[in-house]
């Protein structure tokens, strides 16, 4: 037996509070840029009640409800999607070009220290005017 079934997909609508394309590039950067934060020092965050997703919607004055309301609008349009995800591997890599050259000449100048100084190293990022790390 074979069975054919069409699976209906409701596409949501328009959201009211749609932003910009570029804006969500921001988001969506910031998003994995949190999310590596937690892989990496979860602990840390934890025990110092840091809450990295309030932060992005602090800074980009958004709540969690429209964030998933633009999130599942933009995803479900494929194309559009993959253009802000190629965005946003750009951007990242931009970043971690830059994060890598000051590691590396933190490790040079100061070879005491096995640990970067991750204040540098913001503020090196943050020179470069790079907008969608977080600060």
Same mark, same amino acid.
């Given at each position: 037996?074979?069975?054919?079934?069409?699976?209906?997909?409701?596409?949501?609508?328009?959201?009211?509070?749609?932003?910009?394309?570029?804006?969500?590039?921001?988001?969506?950067?910031?998003? =994995?840029?949190?999310?590596?934060?937690?892989?990496?020092?979860?602990?840390?965050?934890?025990?110092?009640?840091?809450?990295?997703?309030?932060?992005?919607?602090?800074? =980009?004055?958004?709540?969690?409800?429209?964030?998933?309301?633009?999130?599942?609008?933009?995803?479900?349009?494929?194309?559009? =999607?993959?253009?802000?995800?190629?965005?946003?591997?750009?951007?990242?890599?931009?970043?971690?070009?830059?994060?890598?050259?000051?590691?590396?000449?933190?490790?040079?100048?100061?070879?005491?220290?096995?640990?970067?100084?991750?204040?540098?190293?913001?503020?090196?990022?943050?020179?470069?005017?790079?907008?969608?790390?977080?600060?």
């Amino acid at each position: 037996m074979v069975f054919i079934s069409c699976q209906n997909v409701n596409e949501p609508d328009r959201p009211a509070n749609l932003i910009s394309k570029d804006m969500m590039v921001d988001i969506l950067t910031d998003c =994995y840029i949190n999310n590596a934060a937690r892989s990496i020092s979860y602990v840390k965050l934890k025990d110092s009640k840091i809450k990295l997703d309030s932060m992005i919607y602090l800074k =980009y004055q958004i709540d969690s409800l429209q964030f998933t309301q633009l999130n599942e609008y933009y995803s479900l349009q494929f194309t559009t =999607y993959l253009d802000l995800l190629t965005q946003v591997e750009k951007r990242l890599e931009k970043i971690k070009e830059r994060t890598d050259s000051v590691v590396k000449l933190n490790k040079k100048s100061d070879t005491i220290s096995s640990e970067p100084d991750f204040n540098a190293l913001i503020e090196s990022i943050n020179s470069e005017n790079i907008q969608d790390s977080i600060e």
